[in-house]
């Protein structure tokens, strides 16, 4: 894809989780498994990853990984077992979190990406996704 997000800032989606990875924190390269993410890719190879967290709290924002040509920058929406099993409504503005999270101007969207993660903490995790789409602002 390549996408403007100054004239489509808002990223919105659909997300439900039935089971999160046992012990799962990204704070922690050991723990940094997610029941469900949605990782969006800019042009200059930086990411925003919008994340559903076993255990870091709501609103919880860090760098995440940063190999030679690539940088990853993880945002909790959602924490722990509260919302289990109920289709959760997500909106964020990827101009704001990108200049919060790399201090810069956003770049084109190249592409949107959702996945799990259970690999480091050897557990199992389920989620599903629905109506992921860039909007304009008005």
Not at 22 to 45: H, I, K, N, P, T
Not at 80 to 102: C, F, I, K, P
Request: net charge positive; glycine share 4%.
């Amino acid at each position: 894809m390549d996408v403007d997000p100054q004239q489509y800032p808002l990223l919105t989606w659909r997300w439900k989780v039935t089971h999160l990875p046992a012990g799962g924190d990204f704070r922690y390269s050991s723990r940094d498994d997610q029941a469900a993410q949605v990782l969006v890719a800019f042009a200059d190879r930086r990411i925003l990853a919008y994340i559903w967290d076993t255990s870091a709290p709501k609103g919880a924002m860090q760098s995440v990984m940063s190999l030679p040509l690539l940088h990853i920058y993880a945002i909790v929406c959602q924490s722990g077992s509260a919302e289990l099993n109920r289709w959760m409504t997500e909106t964020r503005n990827v101009v704001q979190d990108y200049q919060r999270a790399y201090n810069r101007t956003a770049p084109h969207v190249r592409g949107i990406r959702i996945q799990i993660n259970s690999q480091h903490t050897a557990s199992s995790a389920e989620s599903y996704f629905s109506e992921i789409a860039l909007r304009a602002a008005h």
